[in-house]
């Protein structure tokens, strides 16, 4: 069983940055590819960010490349987000995943993530 717990969310102006953590419970975390993904009231989850558990691949949506970074911590069973030159678009519920079961070629799809966070919001004022 492995649980997700999301923090670092909240209010922020256009143009700032804010840093969204996951705090991971499992004997295996190390192994876990990590992904972020993000909903927007009467939107789809979409993809935001993904990360292999060497760290030493990452992935991103188009829309967050250049101004957002994935991270881990395998020692401390952490998974950051680093959000910078935030938008009012990238306001949403920001959710936590992890895909345990197998090695996934498409991080980008929910569906291969089998544990989810409760979510944090990221509210971006223009």
């Known amino acids: 069983q492995v649980q997700l717990v999301e923090s670092g969310g909240g209010l922020v102006q256009a143009g700032g940055s804010l840093r969204l953590s996951c705090a991971a419970s499992?004997?295996?975390?190390?192994?876990?590819?990590m992904g972020w993904f993000r909903q927007a009231p009467g939107k789809r989850r979409e993809f935001v960010a993904a990360?292999?558990?060497?760290?030493?691949?990452?992935y991103y949506a188009d829309s967050v490349k250049g101004r957002f970074t994935i991270s881990r911590d395998n020692a401390k069973n952490m998974v950051y987000l680093q959000m910078n030159s935030l938008k009012p678009e990238d306001t949403a519920v920001y959710y936590c995943?992890?895909?345990?079961?197998?090695?996934?070629?498409?991080?980008?799809?929910?569906?291969?993530?089998?544990?989810w966070g409760q979510g944090t919001q990221v509210t971006v004022s223009s």
């Open positions: 995943a992890a895909n345990t079961r197998y090695y996934s070629h498409y991080l980008f799809l929910a569906y291969e993530y089998d544990y």
């Open positions: 990360i292999r558990w060497t760290g030493g691949s990452t």
């Open positions: 499992g004997r295996t975390f190390s192994s876990y590819a």
